[in-house]
């Protein structure tokens, strides 16, 4: 089977960094996403890593260590509107299927 | 670009009844998801369409649960009949192909009473 851990909760203020660690058991793996959700809000595609290293974007960057079956999400100049649940999820066949951690609730204080 | 249209929005009907959820993907997305979410269970994969094709339903909890894809632009869930533990939200989601990142409709808020 798959499971995925990351911490429920995380609390940051403004302008700061914070890292939310994913660490996954799966049958097979193809990538690592990260997808961000609002209260009473949809997910929201963040970034996929399929390979090792560093992926950028923006404020955002996700890791990716196969060896390791670790990753994580680094969000930088934190703003108040990232204040949300950020999901890591597994893709673990070539046909796109997701399997999703617990989510990681990430508060932002000013 | 319209994204993933789910209907109805909300729905609260009593236990027993016949629930039918609706999706329409973006156009020209061939592949299509159905997650349920709770706080006890978090997002869990229901069932993967390919081509309107239902390519792997080892998600769905029940026989009273089945879906639908009779063409490229819509789909439907459907629970019968409806137990209170069936509430949660459900979300419809595409993707153009396999490796692509997921959109996700607004989700349809189920409650059964």
């Not at chain 1, 009473?40 to 560093?54: E, I, K, M, Q, R």
């Not at chain 2, 026989?63 to 869930?77: E, G, H, I, Y």
Request: proline share 5%.
């Amino acid at each position: 089977g798959q499971s995925l851990e990351q911490p429920s909760e995380v609390t940051a203020v403004e302008g700061a960094i914070v890292q939310i660690n994913c660490t996954y058991q799966t049958s097979g793996f193809y990538g690592l996403s990260w997808y961000q959700q609002h209260d009473g809000g949809a997910p929201t595609f963040l970034s996929y890593n399929a390979l090792d290293g560093l992926e950028e974007t923006g404020r955002f960057s996700s890791f990716l260590s196969r060896s390791d079956s670790y990753g994580y999400l680094l969000l930088q100049e934190l703003q108040m509107k990232d204040s949300a649940s950020y999901f890591c999820a597994v893709d673990n066949n070539a046909g796109n299927m997701l399997t999703f951690g617990g989510g990681t609730r990430l508060m932002v204080k000013p | 670009d319209a994204g993933v249209i789910q209907s109805p929005r909300h729905e609260v009907t009593e236990m027993g009844q016949e629930v039918t959820l609706r999706c329409k993907p973006i156009s020209g997305h061939n592949s299509l998801f159905w997650y349920r979410q709770t706080m006890m269970r978090g997002l869990e994969l229901l069932i993967y369409f390919n081509n309107n094709v239902p390519i792997d339903d080892s998600g769905m909890p029940e026989d009273r649960f089945s879906a639908k894809m009779p063409n490229a632009s819509f789909s439907t869930l459907k629970i019968q009949p409806s137990e209170p533990r069936d509430s949660a939200v459900y979300f419809c989601a595409s993707s153009p192909h396999s490796n692509q990142p997921q959109h996700f409709g607004d989700g349809t808020r189920l409650s059964i009473l």
